[in-house]
């Protein structure tokens, strides 16, 4: 009796102690701090492999400032807002992109296919081409020099001008159609104009988004710490439609970071053969600059 009383004592003591020490539990609901990625990198079995833990080679600034930045934004919520008219129930489409928008942004927030074109510049570019040459200022065409032999050349030339105009306008109009009803964007920069004003990691923004609503999600010039949140993964698997896709993009000082974070997932097993086939690519390239994506799946 003395004996199994003698267990249970050590159990109740390493689950004490386990409890203190943060390096040797982790909630999977919030980011790890410093020591428990330590702890976690060091464990990891193909770090240990490559000889790339912190024993051979310690955390360096760019995964430091990661840590930290992600600790710091791990509660904080953005409202979940829908844009004026793009309601996540009344899109049709399939595609979700986090760190997309409607307009570029002025920092880099949003500098890819979601960002819808302008056609405001061309369009006042004719419209003063034609004042022009309506008032007499201009004689001639305006790209060739050649000077019109009458009145009716110049009126056939500012008609031509003018169909041009609608055609331009129709064929922006219709790409920027196609763009919103296949492309939902999230963005916590209010300024690129998201369709939704969220942050990916935020249970509280994202229980705006029904179950199973994507069947595919891009990420797009997010940062790292984003990814070292375990939230996002939770979050990611209900989203997404059973067998969807999901495209992350991970740089080289993020790789050994989300690796402990990503293989307590559903994701962990399918994310590991990904890391172990590109991690020496991973090593050559800068640490922040570049990126290298690839897709898991929603099994």
């Known amino acids: 009796m003395n004996f199994y009383k003698a267990q249970l004592f050590l159990l109740l003591l390493f689950l004490t102690l386990s409890k203190a020490d ?13 020591i428990q990625f330590q702890h976690a990198i060091n464990n990891y079995d193909f770090f240990k492999k490559k000889k790339t833990t912190l024993k051979n080679s310690p955390l360096d600034k760019y995964e430091l400032k990661m840590i930290e930045a ?53 369009d006042n570019e004719i419209v003063d081409l034609i004042h022009k040459l309506q008032s007499g200022e201009w004689q001639e065409d305006p790209y060739t020099g050649i000077k019109f032999n009458n009145y009716k050349d ?4 500012i008609k031509e001008l003018q169909r041009k105009q609608k055609l331009y306008k129709k064929a922006f109009d219709q790409k920027n159609r196609d763009t919103l009803e296949r492309y939902y964007t999230l963005n916590i920069a209010k300024d690129v104009q998201p369709d939704i004003l969220a942050s990916i990691t935020s249970e509280s923004d994202m229980k705006k988004i029904p179950d199973h ?11 790292c710490p984003v990814f070292l949140n375990p939230k996002l993964y939770k979050i990611l698997s209900r989203i997404t439609k059973p067998g969807g896709k999901i495209e992350l993009s991970v740089t080289n000082a993020c790789r050994r970071l989300i ?33 290298l994506t690839f897709e898991i799946t929603n099994n």
């Not at 110049?154 to 030339?157: F, H, I, M, S, V």
């Open 22 to 34: 943060p390096a040797l539990c982790g909630s999977r609901d919030s980011v790890m701090t410093v």
């Open 70 to 122: 992600a600790i710091s934004q791990d509660k904080v919520d953005f409202g979940g807002e829908f844009d004026s008219g793009r309601e996540v129930n009344n899109f049709m489409g399939q595609i979700l992109v986090v760190g997309g928008g409607k307009l570029k942004g002025t920092y880099g927030e949003n500098q890819g296919k979601t960002a819808l074109l302008d056609f405001s510049k061309e």
């Open 154 to 157: 110049k009126e056939a030339y």
């Open 213 to 223: 609503k994507f069947a595919r999600v891009e990420f797009e010039n997010v940062p």
């Open 259 to 291: 690796a402990p974070v990503i293989q307590n997932t559903k994701f962990g097993e399918e994310y590991s053969k990904i890391l172990k086939s590109q991690y020496n690519l991973l090593e050559t390239l800068h640490p922040t600059y570049h990126r």
